[in-house]
């Protein structure tokens, strides 16, 4: 079945930098775009950052532009997030999912890396 497994979260301080790791599972990878998304209480996932099957093609929310960097491994079957200059504001869980963009598996989230940026 379709499998997502973040990890890499962790507590950072404002300025800082962590990067996020997804394994995924269960359909074809490497044909597939793949996305980031975010969540705080009491709001709605947000995307961050999505990567096509097609080179080059990424996607950022404007919040993150210049900041966070997504990539694939098609070997690993694995989607990266690096996000460098963390701010408070990026305080979330994040989530993968597969999808350029819109989540394709939307019943099959995985359980999220939290990533606090504090002081």
């Known amino acids: 079945q379709v499998r997502f497994v973040e990890s890499g979260g962790g507590l950072v301080q404002p300025g800082g930098s962590l990067s996020l790791s997804c394994a995924a599972s269960?359909?074809?990878?490497?044909?597939?775009?793949m996305s980031w998304y975010r969540q705080v209480p009491g709001k709605g996932r947000e995307l961050v950052a999505g990567?096509?099957?097609?080179?080059?093609?990424?996607t950022y929310a404007d919040s993150v532009k210049g900041r966070f960097t997504i990539s694939r491994d098609n070997d690993r079957n694995v989607v990266a997030l690096q996000m460098m200059s963390l701010r408070p504001e990026d305080t979330a869980v994040y989530y993968c999912?597969?999808?350029?963009?819109?989540?394709?598996?939307?019943?099959?989230w995985g359980q999220g890396t939290q990533v606090t940026v504090s002081s």
């Open positions: 990567i096509s099957y097609r080179p080059g093609v990424m």
């Open positions: 269960g359909f074809s990878f490497q044909s597939i775009g």
């Open positions: 999912n597969a999808g350029y963009v819109d989540p394709i598996y939307s019943a099959d």
